[in-house]
């Protein structure tokens, strides 16, 4: 029972079937089940005209017996075919023969029908002939031309249809003709035997298509879950090691800031300002990993103020000069007065200064322009960072946004950062929601475009009145860090501004220490043993002392730390934290203390005074 053209199992795997054979037949069998339901209707009115028609030239009796018959045949069929499916508890071999074997009943029944064939008009015998090679042809479809199934319907009533034709004849002048039709019905039943394999084969290869599309979608989403872990193994990695690197360093800074107060000769202070220097240094490009976990992790606000942008951009000229004339570059501003936008200043800053920095640092002779200009559209300005480095391949354009990824650094130099400031540029812009585009060919050098949206330039706030250098009150400080070197060159720091300082390892002893002396201000490392962190430290001591400013201090840049301090209303400095920025946190920190206490007070009186 096999041919040629069908996937079925080879000889030696007798009994047994492969994994794909099994969901063809299993597919074959849904098939057959479905097509089950549905053709008992129209070949039930075939079936009843074959019995009227055969009423007329023999017994009723047997006209309609031989109908009941074939409508049990076709509700067995119906009942059956369905169910088998889903009887999972049968072997799969099992049901695919009780397929073939009401198939080889369904055939044999309407082949009987062919007995009254003598009777009939050679008109009756052509419509007789005429529905039931039309069953045949429709069994090609609705048994997808499975070469059993299929063939144990179609050969016993082909067969019986050109025995019929071939011996039940009139004789006369046109018996060659009844001989010719037998031969023409049996070449029929051939030519449908190739079309059913072709069908099968076609069904076949589709099931098996659509079997590895699902394998293929189910390895694509184990792709995607791989990769989704990746990037949260590389994000808690990158957290882990910017921790553990950026405690030391926040020691070291602490200590190169209260050494830097202290009296020293000139080698002395050459020495203590060339180390700040390196720690400013690795501080910067530790900035660049937590600025990447910071825009991960969705919690950088974006504050739109209208701003000129030519004094804006001139700050930045003269900051960047001494570097570009240290490479004998020409860093140009081109920037009309008129220039003036709407978007934050501070990170479209950040923005600019890695594109500039980029710039400078990828040129090795001729310029860096910043030049602005009108876009296209009146309602923008086009803000251009132009170099005339080595440019950029073509196959590499895409690749230089991507983390760690530099043209021309295999050798990884410092000098040339962490590959982490176009990466931050793309994050930015998506933020900003504006549009960046990038121009470089292969010894031309490079230019990336922003489009920012224009303003009126009379919108623009005057500048606030500038700061001086950073001081603080006499006031006493409660630090909480778990690391004693920590502990002891932020005592070193704030006892040089004049501060108290009460130092702590973990909640429980700040806690102890405070009962005697009420601190103004509670500094608390993030990550404390013991299972405690900041904010249930904070949270402790504003219990026993109410509305206690505090700040949270960490090395950890995870995305998920940042988004606790955030919801907890706390501000968070990273380490290394330099001495400006921890005393204009402090500052800032006192500042908003005092306000809120005068907002309660001035309500507390406007309460008590007589209306």
């Given amino acids: 029972m096999r041919g040629s053209g069908q996937a079925l199992p080879p000889p030696a795997m007798a009994g047994e079937r492969s994994a794909e054979q099994a969901s063809v037949d299993l597919e074959l069998l849904r098939l057959i089940g479905k097509q089950g339901r549905r053709v008992p209707y129209p070949v039930g009115i075939a079936a009843f005209a074959l019995a009227l028609m055969a009423s007329n030239v023999v017994s009723a009796w047997i006209a309609f017996g031989w109908l009941a018959l074939a409508y049990t045949v076709l509700a067995a069929r119906w009942a059956l075919l369905g169910r088998l499916p889903e009887m999972h508890q049968r072997p799969l071999e099992q049901r695919l023969n009780w397929a073939v074997l009401l198939s080889l009943v369904n055939g044999v029944t309407f ?13 009756q015998r052509m419509v007789q002939t005429i529905v039931l090679l039309g069953l045949c042809a429709g069994a090609v479809a609705t048994t997808a031309g499975h070469r059993v199934v299929f063939q144990v319907f179609l050969w016993p009533v082909t067969v019986a249809n050109a025995l019929a034709w071939g011996l039940f004849h009139d004789s006369g002048d046109y018996r060659w003709l009844d001989g010719l039709l037998a031969a023409l019905i049996i070449f029929f039943g051939v030519i449908l035997t190739g079309l059913a394999r072709d069908t099968y084969r076609v069904f076949a290869e589709s099931v098996l298509i659509r079997l590895q599309q699902i394998k293929s979608n189910q390895q694509l989403r184990a792709a995607l879950s791989q990769a989704e872990s990746a990037m949260a193994a590389k994000t808690r990695f990158l957290a882990s090691a910017s921790h553990d690197l950026r405690q030391p360093m926040h020691t070291l800074s602490l200590f190169g800031a209260a050494l830097d107060k202290r009296p020293m000769d000139d080698e002395g202070r050459v020495i203590v300002t060339q180390m700040n220097l390196a720690l400013q240094s690795l501080s910067s490009q530790m900035d660049a990993l937590l600025d990447i976990s910071k825009l991960d992790a969705n919690v950088v606000p974006v504050n739109n103020q209208v701003f000129a942008l030519q004094p804006w951009l001139a700050r930045l000229q003269r900051e960047f000069q001494p570097v570009a004339l240290r490479k004998q570059l020409l860093l140009r501003l081109d920037c009309p007065p008129e220039a003036c936008v709407e978007s934050d200043p501070v990170l479209l800053e950040r923005v600019v200064r890695n594109l500039i920095d980029n710039a400078i640092k990828y040129t090795q002779r001729g310029e860096v322009a910043v030049e602005v200009s009108r876009g296209q559209d009146e309602d923008v ?20 946004f991507e983390e760690f990824y530099q043209v021309g650094n295999p050798e990884r130099d410092r000098a040339k950062g962490l590959g982490l400031g176009l990466s931050i540029v ?18 031309h050098g490079s230019s990336f ?14 500048d606030a009145a500038p700061r001086h250098g950073p001081s603080l009150p006499p006031v006493r400080v409660l630090v909480i860090d778990d690391e004693e070197p920590v502990r002891v060159a932020m005592h070193a720091l704030l006892s040089a501004h004049g501060c108290q300082v009460l130092v702590a390892g973990s909640t429980r002893e700040g806690l102890l220490k405070s009962m005697g002396q009420q ?17 249930s430290a904070v949270r402790s001591l504003r219990s026993a002392f109410p509305g206690l400013p505090a700040l949270l201090i960490s090395g950890d840049t995870a995305p998920e730390r940042l988004r606790d301090a955030h919801q907890a209303g706390l501000t968070l400095l990273h380490k290394p934290v330099t001495e400006e920025q921890l005393i204009n946190a402090m500052q800032a920190a006192l500042a908003e203390h005092r306000r809120e206490g005068s907002d309660v007070t001035s309500v507390r009186g406007g309460a008590a005074s007589p209306a």
Avoid: K, Y
Wanted: charged fraction near 25%; charge should be negative; glycine fraction near 8%.
């Fill in 381 to 400: 300005w086009r803000l251009s960072v132009r170099d005339t480095g080595l440019g950029i391949p073509e196959h590499e354009q895409a690749r230089i």
């Fill in 519 to 535: 601190p103004d201000l509670l500094l608390t490392d993030f990550r404390l043993r013991g299972g405690e962190d900041g904010i």
């Fill in 111 to 123: 082949s009987l029908s062919l007995i009254v064939a003598p009777h009939f008009s050679d008109f």
């Fill in 449 to 462: 475009m922003l489009n920012v949206t224009a303003a009126d330039i009379s919108a623009v706030r005057p």
């Fill in 426 to 443: 793309t994050r930015l812009v998506d933020l900003l929601d504006l549009h960046l585009a990038l121009r470089s060919a292969p010894g």
